[in-house]
């Protein structure tokens, strides 16, 4: 009797050796995908080389891959098979590229309607990624070290385009700058003011560009484009003449890479000195003759009292800078327009009214597509900056009502 | 007067329940185990790769039983990369931190003859999750983590128990309770000092973990938590029937024999390293380990022979169910450790006012 009510006292050690046994289950190596039977090979951002799986099932956007960069750089929204979860979604509805490639927006079957739709962690999506079956995976925010190590053919676009050289593979930054002639200032920057070799955005977006022409099997695709952006660049330089100019307006502007102040005839009153803390006297004490906002309108900024000390409120040059968090997020495309609107801004007696044309150019130009006058409106926040000095070149049917001034 | 109280259907229903549960008790451990497996294997059919519940067995029937995996599998490698890497990992360190949180507050409760009290409770977790955002602060490896925050946790308790004895109250007390508190609310003062100290990069992870999630879970965090959690929860096992005597009353435990402080001190520590090891992997997951030992008494009674495993094992069940919840139903990564608070709270009302303390009776 004592015996048996021992045994079953000694019950609890059941589940106790079975968890056990499946948690040491877990030691055991990882399971590694076979290479496919037939495959063409690339080397990504980060030098890895990745088998993609032929014939082709598509391509997936794995975390932190954005739609609208894939389709802006690949056109090739036929090749997507899973373009990312609701939010992602969301995102893509904000931007530009769902009037261009509103087949993508629409196609439920390309976003993660099942399971774990609104997860944030890499592991369910890497489960979803694998319900997909693509023959390859993007991962731009780095896709988890374990896919690689599974063997799944993971193709990062970040990372280090120097050890592609190091491969012996062709320079995924080779034309960045375009021939902008080097900024004088930019020895006198404070430290850490420049992040790194981020100075112009050509430094992301031409190796983005070309890895991902690489990716869809086009690499010939890349370098047109990549003239086409310079060329644009090269002629703002040619038109403004940045070197011969006697007055730089001093602007504060975040989120842009610092090789597009100078390039517009403008200074970043953030590289003329150090100072610390991020404050709102910080903005008092630089006092920029001109603000460009990232989110929020001119308007309620010009109204809000903390600012009204502020040489850009008092002359309201504040405005809202097209192109970031919505409509135009990315920029192979759009960048060239940034800078013109920019320079425009800051030097409209060099250069002509040009942004407008410019943008619906460069869209039909890239995609065939024909902005409406409204989308254009939307993409340069028109609405927002309708009180602010000098935005008005930015509206419809600006030009010709300029024209006609000066004929008379 | 006898006959008159033999007589009252209520002291005679109550009279059948124990003897029910002297007979039948032992069983229920064993109905849980066998639930916490299932679960387990269930948990693994859930996700967006579909997959069975035989072939999620077979998988891990493969996986667990010793020996070379066979040649010619009947899965594929999908299905074997989603059980190994994806799926298993997070079950089990769901199931685990679940597990010890059951057992840690039914040991807790014993040894402080109190209903009242759990790991969140005694500032246990406070100090776990301090030591753990501290160690994170100063970019410590994993295993900095689980030693800083097992730290922590001890340094918590010591205190509330340093702080209890000095008000002369012992641990049969309200005080302690309240002692839990302060020492929970300076902990949680030095949890914000640090995530103000923390950078750009470590302030997101930091706060996340502290809300309780079982995201980012593999192979190393399960061995961090399992060899605390199996390890610990089988030595506190092995004490069982001392937490028996221990729950009658100090005087009456050392008339017994028994050296009161130095099993009080074995208890705390265990119950620290489990605690601390849960809230390394996973950060604060409240409220578990005061509920569910309210909820096993329900089923087996106060007999910690019984008791202990049974909490542990509807702990792993409750977490379990509530992760699953979290992912099958709500399609989300909603931290557990909300979701347990947020069902905890009615659930500990409900108790309160359904058993009205049933079963910590003194009789």
């Known amino acids: 009797m004592i015996r048996k009510h021992h045994g079953r006292e000694l019950l609890w050690l059941v589940p106790f050796i079975c968890i056990a046994l499946i948690a040491v289950s877990l030691l055991r190596p990882l399971p590694r995908f076979p290479l496919p039977e037939h495959y063409r090979t690339v080397v990504d951002g980060g030098g890895n080389t990745i088998h993609i799986a032929l014939p082709f099932r598509g391509v997936a956007l794995a975390t932190n891959s954005f739609p609208s960069g894939y389709l802006e750089t690949t056109r090739s929204p036929q090749l997507l098979v899973y373009a990312g979860k609701p939010s992602d979604r969301g995102m893509l509805a904000k931007n530009a590229m769902s009037w261009i490639y509103p087949e993508v927006l629409n196609d439920d079957n390309l976003w993660n309607t099942r399971l774990f739709k609104n997860t944030s962690s890499p592991f369910s999506e890497i489960e979803t990624l694998l319900a997909y079956d693509p023959s390859v995976w993007i991962g731009c925010g780095g896709p988890p070290d374990l896919v690689r190590r599974v063997g799944l053919p993971a193709f990062g676009c970040g990372g280090s385009p120097a050890l592609r050289q190091r491969m012996g593979l062709p320079n995924l930054r080779s034309k960045?700058?375009?021939?902008?002639?080097?900024?004088?200032?930019?020895?006198?920057?404070?430290?850490?003011?420049?992040?790194?070799?981020?100075?112009?955005?050509?430094?992301?977006?031409?190796?983005?560009?070309?890895?991902?022409?690489?990716?869809?099997?086009?690499?010939?695709?890349?370098?047109?484009?990549?003239?086409?952006?310079?060329?644009?660049?090269?002629?703002?330089?040619?038109?403004?003449?940045?070197?011969?100019?006697?007055?730089?307006?001093?602007?504060?502007?975040?989120?842009?890479?610092?090789?597009?102040?100078?390039?517009?005839?403008?200074?970043?009153?953030?590289a003329e000195r150090e100072i610390p803390g991020d404050d709102a006297e910080r903005l008092l004490i630089l006092d920029p003759d001109m603000i460009f906002l990232v989110v929020g309108s001119p308007q309620e900024f010009e109204r809000d009292s903390s600012w009204q000390a502020l040489k850009a409120v008092q002359k309201h040059q504040v405005y809202r800078r097209p192109g970031q968090l919505e409509w135009?997020?990315?920029?192979?495309?759009?960048?060239?327009?940034?800078?013109?609107?920019?320079?425009?801004?800051?030097?409209?007696?060099?250069?002509?009214?040009?942004?407008?044309?410019?943008?619906?150019?460069?869209?039909?130009?890239?995609?065939?597509?024909?902005?409406?006058?409204?989308?254009?409106?939307?993409?340069?926040?028109?609405?927002?900056?309708?009180?602010?000095?000098?935005?008005?070149?930015?509206?419809?049917g600006y030009q010709t009502t300029s024209e006609q001034r000066s004929s008379k | 007067m006898t006959e008159a109280i033999m007589a009252d259907p209520a002291i005679s229903q109550a009279k059948t329940k124990t003897a029910w549960t002297l007979e039948y008790g032992w069983?229920?451990?064993?109905?849980?185990?066998?639930?916490?497996?299932?679960?387990?294997?269930?948990?693994?059919?859930?996700?967006?790769?579909?997959?069975?519940?035989?072939?999620?067995?077979?998988?891990?029937?493969?996986?667990?039983?010793?020996?070379?995996?066979?040649?010619?599998?009947?899965?594929?490698?999908?299905?074997?990369?989603?059980?190994?890497?994806?799926?298993?990992?997070?079950?089990?360190l769901v199931t685990l931190a679940g597990l010890g949180l059951g057992i840690s507050g039914t040991a807790l409760q014993g040894m402080m003859r109190n209903p009242l009290v759990g790991p969140d409770i005694v500032g246990v977790s406070s100090g776990a999750a301090f030591g753990g955002v501290l160690a994170m602060l100063w970019d410590f490896p994993p295993v900095g983590i689980v030693g800083l925050a097992f730290c922590g946790g001890m340094l918590a308790m010591a205190c509330t128990f340093g702080l209890a004895k000095l008000s002369h109250a012992g641990t049969d007390s309200m005080i302690t309770i309240l002692a839990g508190v302060f020492?929970?609310?300076?902990?949680?003062?030095?949890?914000?000092?640090?995530?103000?100290?923390?950078?750009?990069?470590?302030?997101?992870?930091?706060?996340?973990?502290?809300?309780?999630?079982?995201?980012?879970?593999?192979?190393?965090?399960?061995?961090?938590?399992?060899?605390?959690?199996?390890?610990?929860?089988?030595?506190?096992?092995?004490?069982?029937?001392?937490?028996?005597?221990?729950?009658?009353?100090?005087l009456d435990a050392k008339s017994l024999g028994m050296n009161v402080s130095v099993l009080r001190w074995a208890i705390l520590a265990l119950v620290s390293l489990i605690v601390a090891s849960q809230v390394a992997v996973s950060g604060v997951v409240g409220w578990v380990g005061l509920v569910v030992p309210h909820c096993a008494r329900m089923l087996v009674g106060p007999d910690h022979r019984r008791l202990l495993p049974t909490a542990g094992l509807l702990g792993a069940l409750f977490v379990l169910g509530l992760d699953d919840f979290t992912r099958a139903v709500m399609k989300a990564e909603i931290p557990v450790g909300v979701l347990t608070a947020l069902i905890g709270t009615p659930v500990v009302c409900f108790l309160l006012w359904k058993s009205q303390g049933k079963g910590w009776g003194r009789e």
């Open chain 1, 176 to 270: 960045e700058g375009c021939g902008t002639p080097p900024d004088p200032m930019r020895s006198h920057y404070p430290k850490g003011y420049v992040n790194g070799g981020w100075y112009f955005p050509e430094n992301y977006l031409f190796p983005g560009l070309r890895l991902s022409s690489e990716l869809i099997g086009h690499p010939e695709l890349a370098e047109p484009r990549i003239d086409a952006y310079c060329k644009i660049v090269a002629d703002l330089q040619q038109e403004l003449r940045p070197s011969s100019l006697t007055y730089r307006p001093r602007v504060q502007m975040v989120g842009e890479p610092k090789g597009t102040v100078p390039r517009a005839g403008m200074v970043d009153v953030e």
């Open chain 1, 328 to 396: 135009w997020a990315t920029g192979v495309t759009f960048k060239p327009v940034l800078l013109r609107w920019l320079a425009e801004i800051a030097h409209p007696e060099r250069l002509q009214p040009n942004v407008r044309q410019l943008l619906r150019d460069r869209v039909m130009s890239e995609f065939g597509y024909r902005l409406s006058e409204e989308q254009i409106d939307l993409v340069l926040h028109v609405k927002e900056n309708a009180g602010s000095v000098g935005a008005e070149r930015f509206t419809r």
């Open chain 2, 183 to 250: 020492v929970g609310a300076f902990f949680l003062a030095l949890i914000d000092l640090i995530k103000h100290l923390a950078n750009d990069a470590q302030l997101p992870s930091m706060v996340f973990w502290l809300l309780g999630t079982f995201v980012g879970a593999d192979a190393r965090k399960v061995a961090m938590i399992a060899i605390p959690t199996l390890g610990g929860g089988a030595l506190l096992m092995t004490l069982r029937w001392r937490l028996n005597l221990l729950s009658l009353g100090d």
């Open chain 2, 27 to 92: 069983a229920i451990p064993l109905l849980l185990g066998v639930g916490v497996l299932v679960a387990i294997l269930a948990s693994l059919c859930i996700g967006a790769y579909p997959m069975s519940f035989a072939q999620a067995a077979r998988i891990v029937m493969h996986l667990a039983w010793p020996g070379p995996l066979p040649a010619n599998p009947p899965w594929t490698v999908k299905e074997i990369t989603v059980v190994q890497i994806i799926r298993l990992p997070r079950v089990l």
